[in-house]
Each structure stands twice: as C-alpha cells, then as structure tokens.
C-alpha cells in the first residue's frame, strides 16, 4: 500500500506522469508547465526533487518530446494523500486504541453532567443552620449537660 502520493509514475505508453518536482528536463528542454503533466520524451527526463536528481529513460522512442497536462489536479493529489493517511491511520488501530478512545469519547461526553452537578450543588439552600438556631442548640445541649 502506498504511504503518501509518488512524485513520478511511469506510464505504459513511455510517458511520465509527473506530479512534484522543483524543476524538469526533458533532453536539452527545460520544461515550465504546472504541475501535474505528464512528459513524453525522446530522451532522458530530469527530475530535480528537494535536491535530488532524478533521470527518467523511457522505455519506448518518442520522435519529439511533448507534454500533455494531467487530468490529475492539484486537489485530487491532496484528496487522493488525506485518504492514504486516513487509510493508514485506520490500519494502525488496534484493538486496545479501539478501547482507548472509546472511553476518551465517553469522558467527553460526562463532562456537561458534571458541571451541571457541579452548578446544581453550589445552587442548593445552605445546609448550616441560622445564628439563632445555632445558639438554641448550643443552650440546649449545655442544659442537658448540666442535668447529668
């Protein structure tokens, strides 16, 4: 399975399908278009990727070199790179992180119940009793201590 979009693919007709590349060669041509073309050559295509060179032979001969631009837009490689992640990721997963973010997912949702608790709690009436409560017990309990 592939981990992210390849920067060239080589095509069944002797063309390259060209999809990164800071600069392209084709032979002596240097070739400008936007990116992702597809390059027919008559001899060896250049690739400089990061740095990197890259030389392309095609396999069959090509009288001229020409370049025809993809189908393939800038877009559908980003949509076509988030589904090999997404795909990737979900290959990764194993039971155990099934279990993890399941209980992760059901401590979110406790949340909003435990702040209504919480504001349901600080909103009930005061359990303590007034100062002259207080003080009728405090009398009373010294009375009964005294009868002993």
């Known amino acids: 399975m592939l981990e992210e979009v390849p920067d060239y693919v080589q095509l069944e007709r002797g063309g390259f399908l060209i999809q990164n590349a800071d600069n392209i060669q084709a032979g002596t041509q240097v070739i400008y278009d936007d990116l992702p073309l597809v390059v027919y050559s008559a001899g060896v295509v250049t690739l400089s990727i990061e740095k990197k060179e890259f030389y392309l032979d095609p396999d069959t001969v090509i009288p001229a070199t020409h370049t025809v631009k993809s189908l393939i837009t800038p877009q559908m490689l980003k949509e ?5 992640y ?57 009375s009964l201590l005294r009868k002993k």
């Open 80 to 84: 076509i790179s988030n589904k090999l």
């Open 86 to 142: 997404w795909s990737d990721f979900a290959d990764s997963i194993d039971s155990e992180d099934y279990i993890d973010y399941t209980l992760i997912g059901l401590q979110i949702l406790a949340i909003p119940f435990i702040i209504y608790g919480f504001v349901k709690s600080c909103r009930l009436p005061a359990i303590h009793s007034t100062k002259n409560e207080k003080r009728k017990i405090y009398k009373e309990n010294i």
